[in-house]
């Protein structure tokens, strides 16, 4: 593990810089895409190669759901294992990344919707983990993970996220992870390993999705619950939606528009993945 010390430069308030830095949505899916190489981690690994170096890593995860806001702020983050029923060599991961606790509290400055709670207790989930070690895998990179209020709406959390545009001066890297299309009790078992399976309404409401996204009709992906019924079926929970949400409100009219990743699996799932600018 590295020291402090190591990371002594990214403690303090990080400058503005010239270029702006991308905004990400990333589909995670299974935990095993954090240790096997595959098309999807592989991607991920190329992505780290394309983009400029972050300062820091800031994730909203689909897997911190909490009662109001609250940033990740110790020095080294635990690695959570979040999850059950998968080999034990997924369980033992550490990621060692450093957190920066003056980054969390400056993140909270820039929030005014609500109030940022500084959190000393959770960590990098796997949410977080199973994409940025393929990405930095020196774990080399300050990860601060931020949490979704379940308490609140889609809308609430879009306004949030434009808050946090600043980040994006400063060379931080905003991930929302989670999945667009996520209906695990419908999973086809059976078509798991069926390179690119998907249900007929997963596949529409997939591409529904994209569209909104290039035409930047935010509000119809804000207001998700009135797509309809396939929408409610590729969206029965919003945990792994929201992460998109602050995707979309972290991005501007004049970021460029990437999919990666963009597959689904075992009928009800997307690995669906966006890169704003």
């Known amino acids: 593990m590295n020291s402090l ?15 702006l830095m991308p905004v990400l949505f990333v589909g995670h899916g299974s935990p095993m895409n954090g240790i096997e190489v595959n098309e999807f981690s592989n991607r991920w690994t190329e992505l780290a190669t394309q983009i400029e170096r ?5 994730v909203v995860s689909a897997h911190w759901f909490t009662k109001g806001t609250r940033i990740t702020a110790m020095d080294f983050p635990p690695t959570i294992h979040d999850f059950g029923g998968f080999p034990q060599a997924l369980s033992q991961v ?16 820039l929030i005014h919707t609500t109030k940022a709670v500084l959190d000393h207790d959770w960590g990098l989930d796997h949410g977080t983990w199973t994409i940025v070690r393929h990405m930095y895998p020196n774990a080399d990179i300050p990860v601060l993970q931020l949490s979704i209020d379940y308490t609140k709406p889609a809308s609430f959390h879009y306004e949030l996220a434009k808050e946090l545009y600043e980040l994006r ?13 996520h209906n695990l009790r419908m999973i086809a078992w059976d078509k798991m390993e069926v390179p ?11 591409e529904t999705f994209k569209s909104l996204i290039n035409n930047g009709n935010h509000e119809s992906l804000v207001q998700y619950e009135k797509l309809g019924t396939e929408a409610l079926l590729a969206i029965p929970t919003p945990e792994h939606y929201l992460p998109l949400i602050y995707s979309l409100g972290l ?19 997307t690995m669906t993945s966006v890169q704003f600018g």
């Open 5 to 19: 010390s190591d990371f002594k430069n990214f403690t303090e308030h990080l400058p503005f810089q010239e270029n």
């Open 94 to 109: 550490q990621y060692p990344a450093p957190g920066d606790a003056a980054l969390a509290a400056e993140t909270a400055s």
């Open 196 to 206: 690119g399976y998907g249900f007929d309404w997963a596949m529409h409401m997939n």
């Open 251 to 269: 991005s501007t009219k004049d970021d460029s528009i990437s999919y990666f990743n963009d597959k689904a699996v075992a009928g009800s799932l």
């Open 169 to 181: 001066k400063k060379g931080v890297l905003v991930m929302g992870s989670g999945n667009m299309v």
């Open 54 to 58: 972050p300062k820091a890593v800031l």
